[in-house]
């Protein structure tokens, strides 16, 4: 993995350089990303959704079809936790601890019965996409505390960081905290540790959702691999979207070959 990881590092270097020379781009990028994010943690969780139905549910338009109101409330409590995610991402100390986590879960679920509430899982949930082993839910305080503190060894930090993403994200889907909404909470984490980094956000794709799966219920191993798989497509496609925007440009502009990342874009 070594070898894969400075490449991967070597395309982080370039976008973040990109990035930064063209904020207007990133932030397109950005918008572009967390609708991306919105599609595929849906489809994840076997809730298929188009285009359009996401457009409408985060312009606040008045659903036609009474069943389609919880998908709205569930696509705009998604947006508002990719946003508290970014924020903190940004923020100088991660503070990444079980206030957090019930604050990050009560956003997600915010509007939805039963979810916006936090309350530990109490049980073995019978009926659930997830098959992997899970924690009984008498451990489910101490193994999530236990998990986070990990986060803040020195040891967790000398992690790579698509190691630290893997690491929470597995670790959070063996304790699974709360009877619903667990998954979703594991990716946004996973991301979170990723864009404190620099990276964009690791998108796993629906493609891979029964890959996906799969990855749980293995070591480790599997997951780090299909979270740096999505972390090189998140780099290939952001790094695809800053060329096209720059050889538009250039074609407006008459300035055919240049370098993208001087370019000024206006």
Known sequence: M?????????????FGEIQAAHRDWARELERRLDLS??????????VPLTATEIADALAGAVATDATLVPMYIEVKALAAAIALIRAEAGSPKLRLGAAFVKKLHQIAGAGLPGRDKVSWRRDLPLHRAYFHEITPAALVPSELRKLLDFCATSEFQRFHPLDQAAAIHWGFMRVYPFPEGSGRLARL?????????GYPPAIIHAIDRQRYYE????PNTAL?????????NALAGGLRFFEERAASLRRRSGFAGQDPGKVDPG
């Open 2 to 14: 070594r070898a894969r990881y400075v490449e991967i590092e070597e395309r982080l270097a370039a």
């Open 37 to 46: 994010w919105i599609y595929h943690d849906h489809a994840l969780e076997g």
């Open 224 to 232: 780090r691999l299909l979270v740096a798989e999505a972390a090189e």
């Open 215 to 218: 990855t749980l219920r293995h």
């Open 189 to 197: 984490l996973q991301n979170l540790l990723l864009m404190r980094h």
